[in-house]
């Protein structure tokens, strides 16, 4: 059964740059569609960005585009990245990446079957 794993979230300052990853493992991913969530203190999870498995077509939150960029490694073909720039408190929250197998319009977490545990980001003001 796969397994995603995100990792990379701390504590940064605002205005930093953080990227986080998430790896697939443990057998074939099916998903077409890799995305990331977050859920903030006291708040329901919210869609972050999505992307077809091979970095193409990303689709952004209004909040976050313009500062965060999601990318597949091309070398590692089972991880993904978020690169979140220019980081806000307001962006403190646990971060998780899961797969769908839409291919288009993929913001909700009822279109993801497959998910990660999350890791948290912090960032102070």
């Known amino acids: 059964q796969v397994q995603l794993v995100a990792s990379g979230g701390e504590l940064v300052q605002a205005g930093a740059s953080l990227r986080l990853s998430c790896a697939a493992s443990?057998?074939?991913?099916?998903?077409?569609?890799i995305g990331w969530f977050r859920q903030p203190p006291g708040k329901e999870r919210e869609f972050v960005a999505s992307?077809?498995?091979?970095?193409?077509?990303?689709?952004y939150a209004p909040s976050v585009k313009g500062r965060f960029a999601i990318s597949r490694d091309n070398a590692k073909k089972n991880t993904w990245y978020l690169q979140m720039d220019s980081l806000k408190p307001e962006d403190t929250a646990v971060y998780y990446c899961?797969?769908?197998?839409?291919?288009?319009?993929?913001?909700?977490?009822?279109?993801?079957?497959?998910w990660g545990q999350g890791t948290q980001v912090t960032v102070s003001s």
């Open positions: 992307a077809l498995l091979n970095g193409r077509l990303p689709d």
């Open positions: 443990g057998g074939t991913f099916s998903s077409n569609t």
């Open positions: 899961a797969g769908s197998s839409k291919l288009v319009g993929a913001t909700r977490e009822s279109d993801y079957v497959t």
